[in-house]
């Protein structure tokens, strides 16, 4: 399966911001759509956070959010993936459906490890522990990543929406806005668009 964070090439989209500092850690909001990846096939729809640092053997990460993959059986699913392990955890414990919202916060422990939690039902769960050398900050990113290895059939995606999103320093929290968190951005190609309700703490994207 591709790692969903491979970089540009055929079939990838990377719909989002990515702060050009570094910080400790960021959280969202995400609502879950219902994208049309079709089933056995390599295709996914993501929508989540990242913390990332460059290194000498390449880049090092930690992301969360939830995808819909061919692969996994047609429904929305809580995930992680790091750099070091190479693999999609499903936290299916959490049962997602199409309109369900959920909060996804990265952070940085004081040992130097990064987690990834998830609010749901009234109370935080620690989907996964790391110790992927991003150190004590990294660069955020917050996407909709759409992969299809198929570009001759364009996959509808409806707009996954990503909301309340903050950029941490130390222990204090701040919007993701231009003047607090400049960042680069993606802003879509291919029939795939992003929407800027308040850049970049409340916005979706999909299919145009």
Known sequence: ???????????????????????????????ISDPDVRAGTHDFVAA?????????????????????????????RLYTYDSASATWRFHDAIRLSPG???????????????QAWAWWDSAWHLLTETGVPIGPTGRMEQYVEIYHDNSAT???VPHAEVDYARVRSGEADFPWTPDTAPSTTGEGDAGYCVEWQARYTFWSAGTC
């Open 154 to 156: 364009p996959m509808h």
């Open 1 to 31: 399966m591709p790692s969903p964070a491979s970089g540009r090439m055929s079939g990838y989209h990377h719909l989002g911001a990515t702060t050009i500092g570094e910080w400790s850690g960021a959280s969202a909001r995400f609502t």
């Open 48 to 76: 989540r956070l990242l913390a990332k640092r460059e290194t000498p053997d390449g880049v090092a990460w930690l992301e969360a959010g939830w995808a819909e993959t061919g692969w996994g059986g047609g429904r929305q």
């Open 100 to 114: 369900d919202e959920v909060w996804i916060d990265l952070r940085v422990t004081p040992s130097g490890s990064w």
